[in-house]
């Protein structure tokens, strides 16, 4: 039997071109690197997590379906996460119901760069202490109080704040994502920096001072 190929190096266009012409490894090595990142945007939206694994999968169908539309010149994370995004709009449309069964835990579940949750952590960004490698963990309650406050969020401003400050994703790359423009990303995020900062009061700037502390 011949052994499958290593494509962990390969480019994300070298694996679309190799998808295209019906290699299942390419295809397998896409969704290892991208179910994660759907996943976590569709439950953001959803707030179930059943039923954001059934409209992961129909991402990846929807994917491998247009991969004839992808163009190379262009990043592939955002076209994909384009697809998981309408997939879940369209699937509301439709007039499905869904639950918001754990809308207060939905806005930590995510896998950011470890370089940028240092960057967030140095800055002294609350949102960032429960990726920090702090020898001492935050206690349950203040963790779930700052899940609580993203879930107070209005839905735009929360994923553009967890796009930002926690996943570390640039604002044009936001803009793309969510399909609008950067400044109403920027205003969506002053708006829930704000909001989390008179939401948590006191704890907001003992957080700050934490990493602060934690980080020098």
């Not at 945007?41 to 491998?64: C, H, K, P, S, Y």
């Not at 935050?138 to 401003?157: D, F, G, V």
């Not at 570390?168 to 109403?184: H, W």
């Not at 909001?195 to 602060?212: I, K, Q, V």
Request: glycine share 6%; aromatic share 6%.
């Amino acid at each position: 039997m011949t052994p499958s190929p290593d494509l962990s190096n390969a480019s994300d266009q070298e694996l679309v071109a190799q998808a295209r012409e019906g290699s299942e490894e390419a295809y397998r090595e896409l969704h290892r690197r991208y179910r994660g990142p759907v996943y976590n945007l569709i439950l953001r939206m959803v707030g179930e997590r059943d039923l954001a694994e059934e409209l992961t999968q129909d991402t990846f169908v929807n994917m491998f379906i247009g991969l004839g539309t992808y163009r190379p010149e262009f990043k592939f994370s955002p076209w994909i996460l384009k697809i998981a995004k309408n997939a879940t709009v369209n699937h509301v449309k439709r007039g499905r119901r869904f639950k918001r069964k754990r809308l207060d835990t939905v806005g930590m579940e995510v896998t950011p760069d470890p370089r940028w949750a240092r960057q967030m952590a140095a800055a002294g960004n609350p949102l960032a202490i429960h990726i920090h490698s702090d020898p001492t963990p935050l206690p349950a309650s203040t963790r779930a109080e700052l899940e609580q406050a993203l879930a107070r969020l209005k839905e735009a401003a929360r994923q553009c704040i967890i796009l930002r400050d926690i996943e570390g994703r640039s604002y044009d790359y936001i803009a793309d994502v969510l399909g609008i423009p950067e400044g109403t990303v920027g205003s969506h995020i002053h708006r829930a920096r704000k909001e989390l900062r008179a939401t948590l009061g006191h704890m907001y700037d003992a957080l700050r001072r934490r990493l602060a502390a934690t980080t020098t």
